[in-house]
């Protein structure tokens, strides 16, 4: 087996060299390559029939022999069996990345960024593959996991190589010492991208992971441990534990794990930071939100119906920042409606892996009922349901895009997060009434204000109570630029200089 100082010696300057030629950004390099290269459905992705844990650099059966399965949910179709996480594999993991913790630290920085540089770059030249896996493990359209979710995963591990040796100029001078074993827990709707959000930041730190997949997505982490085999990151440095619940929560409680990072619903997130609670465990929280997406009637209308439609349609609306709560101006609210409904008649939806399919499959049968509820609620509080009239197909788990008018704050469409492609529309007259009515949420994640007035737009985005809010623009992702919220949707940044900070000690 090679050492962790074997694998320094290994010279991968040659990788870090774009086969587009020096000088190109990989962004660029990445959309060259897609411009020219056929429809990617057409290739063929080798899915096993069963996959293990990925423990101290192997595949390994779970300790208690539990399976589970992931289906597509496009057509309801098995893809593979996975292992089922217990205490006694989370026990496993967290040995392994406990032991492989101080080699990793003690590597110098800049061979640390090597290797993120060379995950990045191993995405890059597989990208096709994961797109294509992401598409048929969690229903997204393949446009959206091939020309969003793919390119950011590897931008965020390019991103994060970079910072690698230059993480004393972060903190003010202070010097940053990695926090030792990071657990981390993620949910389906961006599976390797909030992989990636959580293991980037936490390696290019010194520490080491242990990642707890979703259990309806876990086959693209499962890849990205072939990749770290690949690419010869030591053993130990990343482990990934599949499996439900169960494995999260032990994971979670494991004394052996120095921090906790989640991503997921509200509720789960009240449950960890109550089992963290006093046991010192360093923990970030990104959770949900119901984001409001305000649009002023000296706006673009165009533009901003444009922006309505990816602030909710897109990802199916499983999107924890989706512009879910939309206020229009009342002077241009029939324009509004009247536009979207156009828009929305053009939205295709079906067929995920069809590279002009906009709205793919819901995620799971469970997500699809969550959403049928709400649609309930909504007709019996008597608001109007606008729906998309495209056809289903008739296997799987869908859901036309759609949007509820006549709402008021008091509905319960306006105040709970749905997580499906289902808008919730108010109008407002002031500016003064429409934030104070955006700031009325237990919710803080995101926002969005489209207006063609420089000062309004200063003036309105100061006044949000949201981690992130977008101008003129919706759902748009940089790995420079951190993320996160304020009140019931979480604390701590994700991304940026800002994101380090949940994965350092400092002095
Ligand atoms: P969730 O239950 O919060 O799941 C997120 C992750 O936590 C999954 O890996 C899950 O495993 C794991 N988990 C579940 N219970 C746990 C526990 N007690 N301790 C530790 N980990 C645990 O979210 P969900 O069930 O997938 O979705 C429910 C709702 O959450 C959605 O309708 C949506 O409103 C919201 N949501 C928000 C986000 C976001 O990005 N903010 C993402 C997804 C969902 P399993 O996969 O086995 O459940
Ligand atoms: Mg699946």
Redesign the pocket.
């Known amino acids: 087996m090679t050492t962790f100082q074997e694998q320094n010696a290994t010279d991968i300057a040659g990788s870090q060299t774009s086969a587009a030629g020096p000088g190109r950004s990989p962004a660029l390099e990445f959309a060259s390559a897609w411009d020219y290269a056929p429809a990617p459905e057409s290739t063929k992705v080798e899915i096993a029939d069963t996959y293990g844990h990925f423990i101290g650099g192997k595949f390994v059966d779970a300790a208690k022999g539990g399976t589970l399965d992931t289906l597509n949910p496009a057509n309801e179709t098995k893809l593979s069996t996975f292992a089922r996480g217990t205490a006694e594999d989370i026990d496993a993991a967290v040995k392994a990345a406990r032991d492989a913790q101080p080699k990793w630290a003690a590597l110098p920085a800049k061979e640390r960024g090597k290797y993120l540089y060379r995950i990045a770059r191993r995405l890059q030249e597989r990208a096709r593959e994961f797109a294509i896996l992401e598409t048929m493990d969690n229903g997204k359209p393949i446009k959206e996991s091939r020309d969003v979710d793919i390119p950011l995963v590897a931008a965020h591990f390019f991103y994060h190589a970079g910072w690698c040796d230059k993480l004393k100029y972060a903190f003010g001078g202070a010097e940053p010492k990695p926090v030792g074993v990071c657990g981390q827990?993620?949910?389906?709707?961006?599976p390797l991208l909030?992989a990636a959000w959580k293991l980037a930041p936490a390696l290019a730190c010194g520490n080491t992971c242990v990642l707890?997949?979703?259990?309806?997505?876990p086959l693209t982490a499962l890849r990205l441990a072939e990749v770290f085999d690949e690419i010869g990151l030591p053993p130990g440095v990343v482990n990934i534990i599949t499996?439900?619940?169960?494995?999260?929560?032990a994971?979670?409680e494991h004394p052996g794990v120095d921090k906790v990072a989640?991503?997921?619903?509200?509720?789960?997130?009240k449950?960890?930071a109550r089992?963290v609670a006093g046991t010192g465990k360093k923990l970030t929280l990104?959770?949900?939100?119901k984001s409001p997406n305000i649009i002023f009637d000296d706006a673009s209308i165009d533009q901003a119906v444009e922006g309505i439609v990816s602030g909710i349609y897109f990802n199916q609306g499983?999107?924890?920042?989706a512009g879910s709560r939309l206020f229009v101006q009342e002077g241009v609210a029939d324009e509004v409606v009247a536009k979207l409904k156009i828009r929305l008649e053009s939205l295709r939806v079906g067929d995920p892996l069809d590279k002009n399919t906009d709205v793919g499959a819901i995620?799971?049968r469970?997500?699809l009922e969550?959403i049928a509820k709400y649609f309930d609620i909504a007709r019996d509080e008597g608001l109007g349901v606008y729906e998309s009239s495209c056809e289903l197909p008739s296997s799987g788990f869908w859901c036309k895009p759609s949007f509820f008018t006549g709402v008021q704050a008091s509905h319960t469409v306006a105040r709970e997060?749905?997580?499906g492609p289902v808008l919730a529309i108010q109008t407002f007259r002031t500016p003064e009434e429409v934030i104070t009515r955006a700031n009325n949420s237990p919710y803080g994640?995101a926002a969005g204000v489209w207006t063609d007035k420089g000062s309004k737009i200063f003036e309105i985005a100061g006044q949000l109570k949201a981690g992130i809010v977008w101008l003129n623009t919706y759902n748009r992702f940089d790995p420079a630029s951190p993320f996160g919220g304020y009140k019931e949707?979480?604390f701590g940044r994700e991304g940026g200089m800002q994101g380090l900070r949940g994965y350092v000690r400092l002095g």
């Open positions: 827990v993620i949910p389906w709707n961006f909030m707890k997949p979703a259990e309806t997505t499996g439900d619940g169960e494995a999260g929560s994971l979670v989640f991503t997921g619903s509200t509720e789960v997130g449950k960890i089992a990104e959770l949900g939100g499983h999107v924890c920042c995620n799971s469970p997500q969550t997060e749905i997580f994640l949707s979480g």
